[in-house]
């Protein structure tokens, strides 16, 4: 199999859903003749021509709004957000118009769109490079939201994701787009080639939507995460030595709650992850489905691990990014608990 | 069989490789438009919208009644002094690319080829007026004397940072200077200088809004709606449009810009009059912001100014032009480099040299160096110096609840 980074191999799932279905289009801000600031839309705009792949205006709102009414006719915009932290002109046409249409026109018209977007933190992007906003989507009933934490994932999730009747918001966490990353900023770079993750299919084959990973199986305590914080997560293990199993989420809505009642269920004890302010974050749902399903398991409260309930600051990235050390904290505090 | 409809896709004037073509831009002649009244409506703005108001000509020479308007109370010394803001700009522009690329700092953005418009608009605003900058527009600082210390402290993210290191460079922030907090969310804070110059008024001070935008993010809805909030309650707001030709890889056709239409015109459909300007000619900028800050200040409602200019360099240092665009578009750009076309002028008229010029460069650059390297030793992201972790949770609120209190016994823990 061909090793891929995060942007090749979401590039693949578009190259081959632009080949293979002719109502595919690709478009965004700087997403056609220059291929995207992060470069997952390279080259498409030479290989399928301007109808297919291109650019777009600086709003969002038309962006998604554009996308909504081609979906309605019949084709398959799959949307670029520059950043998911531009992608909030765009919430009035996400949450009030894509996520109920089928609903309110009971199924006469649909909305089979993607939005995808950079999310989260590491890049020194500053508060407007850098928010996690999965919570603002989970909580809109008829959007399905997914979060890959590596290429392998990431491009079979993409091609569901474009291939679902249902609009899916795709969230691209940036920092994993060239390397995996655990937490160490010490400016190593590590690529994706020695990952077995980073290595995919070069042709078509899918993810299922609402499907977890049990990215390393554990006895002592089961952490939930996706996205970067899952590389966080196996570092803390590893850093630790404590028999964590790691669930990577991959989709949040809907959620494979089946894979994390099983494992809390055999731990007894759970860690919950993510990079998002804390306040009703996504970890908050997930403690709630847990202590519901799992109440009489649990041996010790849930724990989260989460960004502060601040604006993402420039300079002190790394003490607000949750890494391994604070993950390892809260292990640490469940087991003795 | 009938024609079905085909989209459009807009073009640029060039791309890698090929001939650089700005023969579409619409250019008036020096001299053609002669100074309006200050109460000057939107239907009689319509020239001033599609035309171009210019002051100095190809060869450095300055006619026509914008030239006779801004003699009448502006000076050579004023020239001159703005010459030294537009060396000074970018011999800061300059220091601070160069140290993002040594890796000093994590981000820079350059104004090169912008820099007369907010050097020159400052120098016509007042203690108080407000202006709502983009990542752009550091010029309207220098144009306002502000500390280098400040400015450069706030790049390098460090002790001397006023915004102590929350915000990405580039984004400063001073009440004082007239520079409101810059976003990086494009287009919200254009409607915010409407809300600013409506409390101006209804508070009874006489203090002006200034928004700024760039040609891109014209496409914003908050552009529609900050224009339509300023015709409805004619708030004392200037309403600039930079317009650079590009938004990072897209050219401004894909805002809308085109052959037939300006984006100054665009104000006139919502009843707010609007003049064009060279904004790589000082002498026009300083003519026209003369005009356009008198009127607004008094009360006769909002205008807005189409800053015609070039984005010379990258969009940003994460930016690489070359991908998408000529290299040779900047010196195709049909109306030049202010700086060049200041200093001919300048010269022409006997109030300049070249070894002037080249003493004031090297001045302008020591000026700044000396002060880069005072900042420098405060830290820099090569050789940081700790800042406290609590900062990062103070001035959420005014005061700090309990959650956050919980949160910052854990983050110092
Ligand atoms: C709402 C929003 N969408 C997208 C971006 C990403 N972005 C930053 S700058 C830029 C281009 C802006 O171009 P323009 O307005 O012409 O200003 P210029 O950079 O030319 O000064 C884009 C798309 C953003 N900052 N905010
Ligand atoms: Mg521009």
Redesign the interface.
């Known amino acids: 199999m061909p090793s891929m980074t995060m942007i090749e191999a979401i590039r693949s799932a578009m190259d081959i859903m632009l080949e293979r279905d002719k109502k595919t289009v690709i478009f965004g ?2 997403v ?3 291929g995207g ?1 992060f470069r997952c839309t390279a080259g498409l705009q030479e290989k399928y021509g ?2 297919r792949v ?6 969002e ?2 962006i998604v709004g554009m996308a909504i009414g081609m979906a309605a006719h019949g084709m398959r915009p799959c949307v670029e957000m520059q950043f998911a ?2 992608m ?2 765009a919430f009035d046409q996400i949450s009030q118009e894509a996520a109920r249409l089928r609903h309110r026109s009971n199924g006469d018209f649909t909305c089979p769109m993607v939005v995808r977007m950079p999310t989260g933190g590491g890049i ?6 850098s928010q996690s906003p999965e919570a603002l989507f989970t909580h809109v009933a008829g959007l399905k939201v997914v979060q890959p934490s590596n290429p392998f994932d990431a491009k079979g999730l993409l091609i569901s994701a474009m291939e679902d009747p249902d609009p899916v918001i795709f969230l691209e966490p940036k920092r994993l787009y060239n390397g995996p990353f655990g937490g160490d900023h010490s400016g190593k770079a590590i690529g994706w080639k020695h990952h077995p993750m980073g290595e995919a299919p070069a042709g078509y084959y899918k993810i299922p939507l609402g499907k977890a990973n049990i990215s390393r199986h554990g006895e002592d305590v089961t952490i939930l995460a996706y996205g970067t914080m899952v590389h966080v997560a196996e570092a803390a293990v590893l850093a630790s030595g404590i028999d964590a199993e790691i669930i990577d989420l991959r989709t949040l809505l809907p959620l494979d709650l089946k894979t994390i009642i099983a494992s809390v269920v055999k731990t007894g004890r759970c860690v919950v992850l993510h990079e998002a302010t ?2 009703s974050g996504f970890g908050a749902e997930l403690i709630a489905e847990v202590q519901e399903a799992c109440f009489y398991h649990l041996e010790a409260p849930v724990v989260r691990v989460t960004g ?4 993402y ?4 990235e790394w ?2 990014f949750p890494g391994p050390d604070r993950v390892q904290r809260a292990l640490e505090q469940i087991l003795e608990a | 069989m009938t024609q079905l409809a085909k989209l459009r896709f807009p073009t640029p004037p060039s791309r890698p490789g090929e001939s650089v073509d700005f023969s579409h831009l619409l250019i008036s002649d020096v001299g053609q438009l002669p100074v309006p009244k200050l109460d000057l409506s939107a239907e009689d703005s319509a020239p001033y919208a599609h035309g171009l108001i210019r002051v100095l000509d190809d060869n450095g020479k300055a006619s026509g009644p914008w030239a006779d308007y801004l003699k009448a109370t502006g000076s050579v010394k004023m020239l001159r002094n703005g010459l030294r803001d537009m060396l000074k700009m970018r011999a800061i522009d300059q220091r601070l690319h160069i140290a993002q690329r040594q890796g000093k700092t994590s981000f820079y953005m350059q104004c090169t080829g912008e820099e007369a418009i907010g050097c020159g608009f400052a120098r016509m605003l007042k203690k108080g007026d407000m202006n709502f900058p983009t990542y752009r527009q550091q010029s309207l600082l220098v144009g306002a004397d502000y500390p280098l210390e400040l400015l450069i402290g706030q790049v390098y993210s460090n002790s001397m940072d006023p915004l102590k290191g929350r915000q990405l460079p580039i984004m400063h922030s001073s009440r004082e200077y007239g520079y409101f907090s810059v976003s990086g969310n494009l287009g919200t804070q254009y409607v915010q200088a409407v809300g600013w110059a409506m409390a101006a008024a209804l508070m009874k001070d006489d203090g002006i809004a200034a928004g700024w935008i760039g040609d891109g993010a014209t496409a914003s809805n908050d552009f529609h709606g900050a224009l339509l909030t300023a015709s409805v309650y004619r708030p004392p707001v200037v309403l600039n449009v930079v317009n650079n030709q590009w938004a990072i890889s897209s050219c401004t056709g894909f805002a809308g810009g085109s052959r037939k239409t300006t984006y100054a015109e665009r104000a006139l459909g919502y009843g707010i009059p609007a003049i064009r300007v060279d904004g790589n000619d000082y002498l026009a900028v300083l003519a026209a912001s003369k005009w356009a800050i008198e009127r607004t200040r008094k009360g006769l409602g909002p205008v807005l100014i189409e800053w015609l200019t070039y984005r010379v360099a990258a969009h940003s240092s994460s930016d690489d032009p070359s991908s998408y665009r000529s290299k040779d578009e900047a010196a195709a750009w049909p109306l030049g480099d202010p700086v060049e076309r200041l200093k001919e002028h300048l010269i022409s008229i006997d109030a300049w040299s070249d070894e002037r010029h080249v003493q004031a460069e090297a001045q302008v650059l020591d000026e700044v160096r000396v002060v880069q390297k005072e900042v420098e030793t405060h830290g820099t992201f090569v050789d940081p110096q700790p800042m406290s972790p609590v900062d990062i949770l103070r001035d959420v609120y005014a005061e700090m609840p309990e959650h956050l209190l919980r949160q910052r016994k854990e983050l110092e823990s």
């Open positions: 801000e700087d056609g003749y220059f600031v301007q109808e291109f650019d777009t205006p600086i709003n709102s038309a932290d531009y909030f002109p020194f992007g500053g508060q407007t490079h804390r306040t502060w309930d601040a604006p600051p420039h300079a002190q003490d607000y």
